[in-house]
């Protein structure tokens, strides 16, 4: 098949490899209909993480199965699924308390910006649309793989409720998820911390109440303003900054629960000030089938559109475009089509 490769940062290819195949019976393969570049994928993109050259890459996608193991049951070749990001048997003690992403049999989607993609725990992870979605539904069937589901997770970690303050820290589009997350769970004001127009309108769409462009010390203090100096009931913190990180401590009021999926890099935890203040940290990596069934119906019911943070789609061979795009913030996110 041909697939997304990775060989260096800032080298992106869209080049033969080899086709996944089932190894264990627990495994699916999907045909991808269509894929995306998250922005965790810009780390190794831009040389934060380390890359293994030639290495498939990408980690969200929908599409339709291809082929089952001999233990698969709950999906049948045919089938159009919604692939989490982070496969589970949702079936492990991990998976019950409702940390999927912590499963004992954790498996990842290794070449979501490819052709197939093998699921190592079918049963667990895969939900199946009820036939075949229109297209139209597409982008945000794909949104719910990570993006929307990881937004909501930093909702549920921070505790939104109902009638709650609730400031988003960063303008991705798992930021914009988090103000649709917030704005679903009834918060009275989301205050979306944003410095670029396309993305402030996606997030007044999503429900923002206010936009707060500055950053840093200024934004914190326009945060200050808006709250009367009392601060946020909830923080979202959706970019995995040390700067991001303090803002979001800074801003939150004592009490409070700052809901983290920025997947940290450089980060220090102000530890003294979440003692003086009470507030804490929870979140992380996303359990993505927690989620599924909920999202997936506020999806198909018209609730919810977080397809909207896709503004720009390529076919996949131009992936290395959509790389650039995301790189220097031409696009939020970029949809990729076989």
């Not at 923080?235 to 409070?256: H, N, Q, Y």
């Not at 031409?330 to 990729?336: E, G, H, T, Y």
Request: hydrophobic letters at 40%; charged letters at 20%.
């Amino acid at each position: 098949m041909r697939a997304t490769t990775i060989h260096a940062p800032g080298d992106i290819r869209f080049e033969d490899v080899a086709d996944p195949r089932i190894e264990k019976p627990t495994d699916a393969i999907v045909k991808v209909v269509a894929g995306c570049i998250c922005g965790s994928d810009l780390w190794p993109y831009r040389g934060e993480n380390d890359v293994t050259a030639g290495a498939t890459i990408g980690h969200e996608c929908v599409g339709v199965v291809e082929e089952v193991g001999s233990e698969v049951s709950a999906t049948r070749v045919g089938d159009f699924v919604i692939v989490p990001f982070c496969h589970s048997d949702n079936t492990c003690a991990h998976c019950r308390a409702g940390v999927q992403s912590a499963c004992v049999n954790l498996g990842m989607t290794q070449s979501g910006q490819g052709e197939y993609a093998r699921v190592t725990q079918a049963d667990g992870s895969l939900v199946a649309t009820d036939g075949m979605p229109d297209d139209h539904l597409v982008p945000s069937l794909l949104a719910l793989t990570d993006v929307m589901a990881t937004g909501w997770h930093a909702a549920v970690a921070a505790g939104v409720q109902p009638g709650h303050t609730v400031v988003v820290v960063g303008d991705g589009a798992v930021g914009l998820s988090g103000v649709l997350a917030a704005s679903q769970m009834g918060a009275e004001r989301v205050i979306a911390m944003s410095r670029h127009e396309p993305r402030q309108e996606i997030a007044r769409a999503f429900g923002a109440t206010d936009v707060v462009a500055e950053r840093g010390k200024e934004g914190e203090a326009r945060i200050a303003d808006l709250t009367d100096g009392v601060g946020a009931d909830a923080v979202l913190e959706c970019v995995g900054t040390d700067g991001a990180m303090r803002t979001a401590f800074t801003v939150a009021r004592p009490g409070s629960t700052v809901g983290f999926v920025g997947v940290p890099h450089g980060v220090e935890l102000p530890v003294r000030r979440m003692f003086q203040k009470n507030v804490g940290l929870a979140g992380g990596m996303a359990p993505v089938r927690r989620y599924l069934p909920d999202l997936l119906d506020r999806v198909l019911s018209g609730a919810i559109d977080p397809g909207r943070v896709f503004d720009l789609t390529l076919p996949m061979a131009e992936s290395a475009e959509g790389y650039r795009a995301m790189d220097e913030r031409r696009a939020i996110k970029v949809l990729l089509r076989p």
